[in-house]
């Protein structure tokens, strides 16, 4: 079955460490993106990449960094920049064009990062 | 600049019952997508219902209904006969459109409310 895969499922860094988390999608959309919750809190848009080899950055881009290399891959590099990135980051795909204008995001299933 | 204003962050109801999620937006664009996810404790994002900017009709998914008021720019769903499972946070979202002229339409980025806590009681 299609969908989109979000590794590790849990992810503890330690103050001033560089973490990675994985997002792999195989429902062939050519859109990707990253959003941010905090605890009791809505989405927060981080960076998103509507094409291989480009991304934008979101509302909440700074301390994070992204890499779209692979139609199926848009890993999200949370680096010693981000002062709190103690959060729950979820992965989303989506097409970037159709005929049908319902056509809604596919998410993954998260990670919750913890700083220690 | 897109925003999404949910005003109730925690809305409770009793089993059986009818209950509505309320969302208002702004936006300057003419074609845009409304939606609702539901999230549940183990934070999934479940897709419940959409409305395009242009349908005339409300939307419609099983219990869930949409009540699209345009000139108002609310997007409130409505949930009826509510389960226990339906405690959950709901998000209103919306998305901008580009609409081509020779048909089709490039889709925007998402863009969130703050959510609402439902907790349904037996």
């Known amino acids: 079955d299609g969908g989109i895969t979000q590794s590790p499922k849990y992810l503890f860094r330690k103050e001033g460490q560089n973490v990675t988390l994985s997002c792999e999608q195989n429902?062939?959309?050519?859109?990707m993106y990253w959003y941010r919750q905090d605890p009791g809190q809505g989405l927060r848009l981080i960076y998103y990449s509507q094409i291989v080899n480009d991304f934008q950055k979101g509302d909440i881009a700074e301390g994070y960094s992204v890499s779209r290399e692979k139609k199926e891959s848009f890993p999200l590099t949370v680096t010693s920049a981000q002062k709190n990135p103690t959060a729950f980051y979820l992965c989303?795909?989506?097409?970037?064009?159709?005929?049908?204008?319902?056509?809604?995001?596919?998410f993954g299933s998260g990670t919750r990062l913890t700083v220690v | 600049a897109q925003k999404i204003t949910q005003t109730q962050p925690g809305m409770f109801v009793q089993e059986k019952e009818a209950v509505t999620l309320d969302c208002t937006y702004d936006?300057?664009?003419?074609?845009?997508?409304l939606f609702w996810y539901k999230q549940p404790s183990s934070g999934e994002m479940i897709f419940l219902i959409y409305?395009?900017?242009?349908?005339?009709q409300n939307a419609t998914e099983g219990r869930y209904s949409l009540n699209f008021q345009k000139a108002r720019k609310s997007a409130n769903l409505v949930i009826s006969a509510s389960q226990l499972g339906d405690s959950a946070m709901y998000f209103c979202a919306m998305r901008e459109d580009l609409m081509f002229s020779a048909g089709g339409t490039s889709y925007g980025k998402l863009t969130f409310g703050q959510g609402t806590i439902l907790t349904v009681h037996p």
């Open positions: 429902l062939n959309h050519d859109a």
């Open positions: 409305q395009g900017s242009y349908d005339e």
């Open positions: 936006t300057s664009d003419q074609s845009y997508g």
């Open positions: 989303a795909s989506s097409i970037y064009q159709g005929r049908s204008r319902n056509y809604g995001y596919t």
